[in-house]
């Protein structure tokens, strides 16, 4: 094919670091830091036991603003120090990184109180509610000369890295579409984070995230984004459905609802064949690669517990000396916060204070 044949094509191999080439460092390899974990829920929960069982690092402290909260959640993950606020936490002098696992309405306020207290900060994903306050927690991070980078802890598992390699070898062709869904099933409950405005709530922020972000991962950042979208009582999406399109002939088509436990697979479809990855696509997973040729092979990957790649590329990072991480850069960050925030405009989403 052509050079000017509109397809996507990823860089040859050879021009690619190991890490998206099928080669992860083991989590257990990366220096020890000390982890403080900003807010007490249970994503919060499985990264600190990620931390604790996979890695050289530690959990040193937990902050909350219900004590009761931090107490228990420190006995469950065996952390020293509890903090009751999220001052004490970040002005902790045994904590060397902050981890920001709040609602994605105060992502934004608690990186930059993590920031000002010249912490290095991990932010969940989505990032935080829209790509303006993403770029005042970078620019403070810049200017504090701190480490930060988005929890988007699937681009670090070695599934994805595998998965990468298989494109970049060219094994599938040129990419032509790439499809992705999550969906999850929420009763109604207007008290609940997911359907509460104030909280940013609704599926795309807490969910949608990870198939936009697995899209952007392979495809970059779209020409053009198209969705529509259904909201919830509360004014936040229930289901929305995403077509991002690259030049004339390339596609991502992505799905995610609160209304319904989804299949939670992605493809990667080429001119040649195609990956099939299983549910749940952006945890530890398996994937089969089928060529048009006939031949076909599957990875077999491990299941469990994923984030500690995620924490072991913060602390090699850190300890290098670096303030972001070239699989999830603040430019990528960016562009993620960007495409959602055009979702957002044309389903009608909008969060109180924006």
Same mark, same amino acid.
Request: charged residues 20%; negative net charge.
């Given at each position: 094919?052509?050079?000017?044949?509109?397809?996507?094509?990823?860089?040859?191999?050879?021009?690619?670091?190991?890490?998206?080439?099928?080669?992860?460092?083991?989590?257990?390899s990366?220096?020890?830091v000390?982890?403080? *974990? %900003?807010?007490?829920?249970?994503?919060a929960?499985s990264? &600190? !036991? /990620?931390v604790?069982?996979?890695?050289? @690092? =530690?959990? +040193?402290?937990?902050?909350?603003?219900?004590?009761?909260?931090?107490?228990?959640?420190?006995?469950?993950?065996?952390?020293?120090?509890?903090?009751?606020?999220?001052?004490?936490?970040?002005?902790?002098?045994?904590?060397?990184?902050?981890?920001?696992?709040?609602?994605?309405?105060?992502?934004?306020?608690?990186?930059?109180l993590?920031?000002r207290?010249?912490?290095? *900060? %991990?932010?969940?994903?989505?990032?935080t509610?829209?790509? &303006? !306050? /993403?770029?005042?927690?970078?620019?403070? @991070? =810049?200017? +504090?000369?701190?480490?930060?980078?988005?929890?988007?802890?699937?681009?670090?598992?070695?599934?994805?890295?595998?998965?990468?390699?298989?494109?970049?070898?060219?094994?599938?062709?040129?990419?032509?579409?790439?499809?992705?869904?999550?969906g999850?099933?929420?009763?109604?409950?207007?008290?609940?984070?997911?359907?509460?405005?104030?909280?940013?709530?609704?599926?795309l922020?807490?969910?949608?995230?990870?198939?936009?972000?697995f899209?952007?991962?392979?495809?970059?950042?779209?020409?053009?984004?198209?969705?529509?979208?259904?909201?919830?009582?509360?004014?936040?999406?229930?289901?929305?459905?995403?077509?991002?399109?690259?030049?004339?002939?390339?596609?991502?088509?992505?799905?995610?609802?609160?209304?319904?436990?989804?299949?939670?697979?992605?493809?990667?479809?080429?001119?040649?064949?195609?990956?099939?990855?299983a549910?749940?696509?952006?945890?530890?997973?398996?994937?089969?690669?089928?060529?048009?040729?006939?031949?076909?092979?599957t990875?077999?990957?491990?299941?469990?517990?994923?984030?500690?790649?995620?924490?072991?590329?913060?602390?090699?990072?850190?300890?290098?000396?670096?303030?972001?991480s070239?699989?999830?850069s603040?430019?990528?960050?960016?562009?993620?916060?960007?495409?959602?925030?055009?979702?957002?405009?044309?389903?009608?989403?909008?969060?109180?204070?924006?």
């Amino acid at each position: 094919m052509s050079a000017a044949a509109p397809y996507h094509v990823l860089r040859p191999v050879a021009d690619l670091p190991a890490d998206v080439t099928g080669v992860v460092p083991a989590p257990r390899s990366a220096p020890p830091v000390r982890w403080g *974990v %900003l807010g007490a829920g249970g994503i919060a929960s499985s990264f &600190a !036991e /990620a931390v604790r069982q996979h890695t050289q @690092a =530690r959990v +040193a402290a937990v902050g909350s603003r219900d004590r009761v909260k931090a107490e228990r959640f420190a006995t469950a993950h065996g952390v020293p120090t509890t903090h009751e606020g999220y001052e004490a936490l970040v002005e902790d002098p045994q904590v060397d990184v902050v981890y920001v696992a709040t609602p994605h309405s105060h992502h934004h306020e608690h990186a930059l109180l993590a920031i000002r207290a010249g912490k290095h *900060v %991990l932010v969940e994903k989505a990032f935080t509610r829209n790509e &303006a !306050e /993403a770029r005042e927690v970078l620019d403070a @991070a =810049r200017e +504090a000369g701190v480490f930060v980078m988005e929890a988007m802890w699937t681009r670090f598992l070695p599934h994805v890295a595998a998965l990468r390699g298989v494109v970049a070898r060219g094994e599938i062709g040129d990419v032509v579409n790439v499809t992705a869904d999550h969906g999850q099933f929420f009763p109604y409950a207007p008290e609940h984070r997911l359907y509460a405005p104030g909280l940013a709530g609704g599926a795309l922020l807490d969910l949608g995230v990870y198939p936009v972000s697995f899209a952007h991962d392979l495809l970059g950042a779209p020409d053009a984004v198209t969705a529509v979208g259904a909201l919830t009582e509360t004014g936040v999406d229930g289901q929305t459905s995403i077509v991002l399109s690259y030049g004339s002939q390339v596609q991502a088509t992505l799905s995610t609802t609160l209304w319904s436990r989804t299949a939670t697979t992605a493809v990667v479809n080429g001119t040649a064949g195609r990956i099939e990855v299983a549910g749940a696509f952006y945890g530890p997973t398996s994937f089969r690669v089928v060529r048009d040729d006939g031949a076909s092979w599957t990875y077999d990957g491990f299941r469990g517990e994923g984030k500690q790649y995620q924490a072991a590329e913060v602390a090699r990072r850190v300890v290098a000396g670096e303030t972001q991480s070239p699989r999830m850069s603040w430019d990528g960050t960016l562009e993620v916060m960007r495409t959602l925030d055009e979702v957002r405009r044309q389903v009608g989403v909008v969060y109180p204070g924006e």
